[in-house]
């Protein structure tokens, strides 16, 4: 009777943590490293306490669903907000705006996106400027700028690409995060070592299918997961960006990294371990 009655209660206690927000699931987290996607490029890392967030697009038209935590929510909880180039569904400025009067967080961004951070008045003591390869420390974090170069459509690099965008590499409490941004494929992925968790962005004017393969067998990492997909409306105007190819990969891939590979739901909690 009692096997019972515990067990009964450990499920109860599972649905409802479950059922939770993600805001609340992010106040509750206090021990070891945790992720959830938000869509797009958008991940909300929680590690002893500081929340950090990359690319964050809650406030935007075109999205298929609502975001499952609110600019508002974020602002009580952010400590950093990661920006990899100046695109709106990457800098987002609602959010930004929300964000610069709401929150006391810190933004790091690269030197692209320094006229827009003046124009949305992000106060100077909240900047830190990353430049490619050029490693700093903010609140405890290893940060690794690298080098992003956009791509476009039709498989081509894009006109207006700028070789101040970054992506990052994080080192938070021992784990090592990689999150490219917007990038083509290049020797500064291929040349990382010890990367934990990869995020990628499979789609036609980023790293697309075979060269997210190649990107995944030569870093190997212990968590795979597909970003720019499943968030923004596709049609013809936007196939090129909005749609992702995350099946397609995960097929190209063996099994032992196939067990490594998460399709996020937005929202999804995943602890690293």
């Known amino acids: 009777m009692i096997l019972v009655v515990v067990f009964s209660l450990g499920f109860i206690l599972l649905i409802r943590s479950q059922e939770l927000s993600v805001y609340d699931q992010i106040k509750n987290h ?5 992720l959830w996607w938000v869509g797009h490029n958008g991940w909300i890392i929680k590690s002893n306490g500081l ?3 990359t690319d964050m697009l809650l406030d935007y038209p075109e999205r298929i669903n609502p975001p499952k935590i609110t600019t508002d929510e974020l602002s009580e909880i952010l400590d950093i907000s990661f920006v990899t180039h100046a695109h709106n569904d990457h800098f987002n ?3 930004t705006k929300a964000l610069v009067e709401k929150s006391n967080c810190l933004f790091v961004i690269p030197e692209s996106c320094v006229e827009i951070a003046h124009e949305l008045n992000i106060p100077e003591d909240r900047l830190q400027i990353a430049k490619p390869r050029e490693p700093f420390h903010i609140k405890g974090i290893s940060v690794t700028p690298l080098r992003a170069i956009h791509g476009n459509a039709n498989f081509a690099i894009y006109y207006e690409a700028n070789l101040q965008d970054c992506g990052y590499l994080l080192d938070v409490d021992g784990h090592t995060f990689l999150q490219p941004g917007d ?3 290049l020797e500064d992925h291929l040349f990382l070592e010890d990367v934990d968790v990869l995020f990628f962005s499979p789609t036609e004017h980023n790293m697309y299918i075979d060269r997210s393969v190649i990107l995944i067998n030569t870093l190997n990492p212990d968590y795979i997961f597909p970003q720019h997909h499943s968030t923004i409306v ?8 909005a749609k992702g190819y995350p099946d397609e990969v995960k097929l190209r891939l063996s099994d032992a990294l196939k067990a490594k590979y998460h399709i996020m739901k937005q929202g999804q909690k995943m602890l690293i371990r």
């Open 183 to 185: 990038s083509y494929l």
């Open 93 to 95: 400025r609602t959010v």
């Open 234 to 241: 596709v049609d013809e105007r936007s196939r090129f960006w």
């Open 51 to 53: 929340v950090i967030a």
């Open 30 to 34: 206090q021990q070891g490293t945790a």
